[in-house]
C-alpha cells in the first residue's frame, strides 16, 4: 500500500489514536484537531496531557484494555503508538473493520509533507535540546513555525505549538527506523553512538540507518551534520549527491565556535562560518554539548532563510525543556536538578556541565532504563559516573521490556565502585529521599537522572 497521505482525508473526518496520551501521539492529535479532524483516542491512563485534549475537543477512554469502538468505527485512520501491539484490541478491531492501520511516524511524515521547510532533528543524543532551541530561534525571528518536542518547553506551553508559516520542526527518533517514513528538507544528525539494542544489530545497523535517512534529502534540501563525530562521518562518507553542512568545535567544519568563555557555568562564543563571524551567543543552558545544539541551530537557520542575528537572540532565550538540568528546588541548601539523561554519552555530558559550577560534591541518583540498553552498554555504563562524588542507583525501569534474569543494578552498583567512586544501591524512592535527606549538604548539588519515573524522587526532597 502507497504511503499514508493527508490528501487521503478531507476535513471533518475521523482520525484514532491508540496511545494518545504519549507525547508525540498527543502533539499529532493537536495537529489534527486545529487542521479540522474529527479526533478519538485511547491510552491507559488519564494525565494532564489527556485531559488538555480532552478539552480540545477529543473523545478519549481509558484502560489497560479499553477500546473506543465508535472512535475506530467513524475513523477514516487508526494511528498508533509503537507499543501497540498486533494483539491490542483496537488494533485487533481496526483491522477487522477494514480500517487503514498506520503507525505514529508515517502519520508524522504526512503532516511533515505539507512544508516548504521541514526539519528533522535526529541523533543518538540532543534531539529534543536542539528542536527547542530551533523553536526560540524561529520565534525569535518573528517567525510562525510549527513545532513538535519530545519534551515540555515553556515556550510553546507543552510539546506542540501549531504555526500558520511554512516551517515545521520535529525530533527524528531513529528506533524501528521510523524517521525514514519522514519528508525532510532538512536533515540533521547531531551524533550517531550505539542505543536501542534490542532494534538495531549494532553500530554498522545504525549508521546505515541515518545514512537512509540522510538521502531523504536528496534533491531537495540538505544534511546538517556533526562534523567532528567519526560514526556520522563514517555514515555520510561517499554519500553522493547530497548538500551536506558541517558543524563541530574544529574549525575544518563550516560552522565552529570561536572565542568560548564561560560566565558562572555558561557558554558565550562567537559562531563562525568558513572563517567569517556569523553572530555571538550567550547561552543559558550549560555544557560544551550546548555549544554544539547551538551551532546547529544557526546552521539550520541560515539554510532556511532565517537571519543569523535574530535567530541567536532567540536562542538566548533558552533556559531548558522540562527534565534537561531543570531546577527543581532545594535540599538542605543543595540545588536538586533534573535530567532525562539515559545514556552513558548523556550522562557523561550532563555531568561535565555541573563540574564547571561552583560546588562542594555532586550527587547523583540514576535509574537505568530497560534492561537491553543497560546489559549493551553495561561497560559505558560504569565509565560514565567519573564526575559524580556521591552515586545512588536505583531499580531498573522496564519500559516495554520484561526482566531478563540477568541483567541487575546492585551488579552495575558493584562494577561502578570498582573504579573508586562511592556508589550505592538502593531500591525504593522512600529510601533514597530519607538517605539524602540526612547526607546532603549546603552547596551540593544533587541530580535525580533517567527516563524513567526517578522525577518522582523530587516530590519526596525538594523543600
Same mark, same amino acid.
Given at each position: 500500500m502507497e504511503r499514508f497521505q493527508l490528501s487521503d482525508l478531507k476535513k471533518g473526518d475521523g482520525i484514532h489514536f491508540i496511545g494518545i496520551g504519549g507525547i508525540s501521539m498527543s502533539g499529532l492529535a493537536q495537529i489534527a484537531i486545529k487542521a479540522g479532524y474529527k479526533v478519538t483516542g485511547s491510552d491507559w491512563n488519564?494525565?494532564?496531557?489527556?485531559d488538555k485534549l480532552t478539552a480540545m475537543g477529543a473523545d478519549i477512554v481509558y484502560g489497560r484494555e479499553a477500546v473506543n469502538e465508535s472512535g475506530i468505527k467513524n475513523a477514516a485512520v487508526v494511528?498508533?503508538?509503537? %507499543?501497540?501491539k498486533a494483539d491490542n484490541p483496537e488494533m485487533v478491531l481496526a483491522k477487522d473493520l477494514g480500517k487503514r492501520v498506520i503507525d505514529r511516524a508515517e502519520f508524522l511524515g504526512a503532516v511533515m509533507k505539507q512544508y516548504t521547510?521541514?526539519?528533522g532533528v535526529a541523533g543518538t543524543h540532543g534531539k529534543t535540546t536542539t528542536t527547542s532551541m530551533l523553536a526560540h530561534a524561529l520565534l525569535g %525571528?518573528?517567525?510562525d513555525p510549527t513545532i513538535s518536542i519530545g519534551g515540555e518547553l515553556d515556550l510553546i506551553g507543552g510539546n506542540i505549538k501549531t504555526g500558520s508559516d511554512d516551517y515545521f520542526v520535529t525530533e527524528a527518533c531513529e528506533y524501528t527506523n521510523s524517521f525514514l517514513?519522514?519528508?525532510p528538507t532538512i536533515a540533521l544528525i547531531t551524533n550517531i553512538e550505539e542505543d536501542h539494542l534490542d532494534f538495531f544489530t549494532g553500530i554498522d545497523m545504525i549508521k546505515d540507518s541515518f545514512r537512509q535517512f540522510a538521502y531523504l534529502t536528496e534533491g531537495k534540501g540538505y544534511v546538517v551534520a556533526m562534523g567532528d563525530d567519526e560514526n556520522v562521518c563514517d555514515a555520510l562518507k561517499d554519500a553522493e549527491n547530497l548538500n551536506i553542512v558541517t558543524y563541530g568545535v574544529s574549525d575544518k567544519n563550516d560552522y565552529y565556535p570561536d572565542n568560548i568563555k564561560y560566565h558562572a557555568g555558561f557558554p558565550s562564543f562567537d559562531v563562525m562560518k568558513n572563517g567569517e563571524k556569523v553572530c555571538t551567543l550567550s547561552l543559558n543552558v550549560p555544557g560544551d554539548h550546548n555549544i554544539l545544539n547551538a551551532l546547529a541551530t544557526i546552521a539550520v537557520c541560515n539554510l532556511s532563510g532565517v537571519d543569523a542575528g535574530k535567530a541567536a537572540k532567540g536562542i538566548e532565550t533558552?533556559?531548558?525543556?522540562h527534565r534537561r538540568f531543570e531546577k527543581k528546588g532545594f535540599l538542605n541548601g543543595a540545588v536538586v536538578i533534573d535530567d532525562y539523561a539515559h545514556h552513558p554519552t548523556e550522562i557523561k555530558a550532563t555531568l561535565a556541565a555541573a563540574k564547571k559550577f561552583n560546588h562542594n560534591k555532586i550527587w547523583c541518583v540514576f535509574q537505568p532504563h530497560t534492561y537491553s540498553r543497560t546489559r549493551t552498554l553495561w561497560k559505558e555504563f560504569t565509565e560514565a559516573f567519573d564526575n559524580t562524588d556521591e552515586l545512588i542507583l536505583t531499580h531498573i525501569y522496564a519500559a516495554r521490556e520484561k526482566f531478563d534474569g540477568v541483567t541487575k543494578p546492585e551488579d552495575l552498583t558493584e562494577d561502578i565502585k570498582k573504579r573508586g567512586i562511592s556508589a550505592r544501591y538502593i531500591d525504593k524512592f522512600d529510601d533514597i529521599a530519607a538517605f539524602l535527606k540526612e547526607n546532603v549538604k549546603e552547596g551540593d548539588i544533587v541530580f535525580t537522572m533517567g527516563a524513567g519515573d526517578v522525577v518522582n524522587i523530587n516530590n519526596l526532597i525538594c523543600e
Open positions: 488519564e494525565t494532564p496531557i489527556t494511528v498508533h503508538t509503537a %507499543a501497540a521547510h521541514a526539519v %525571528a518573528g517567525l517514513k519522514f519528508y533558552f533556559k531548558g525543556t
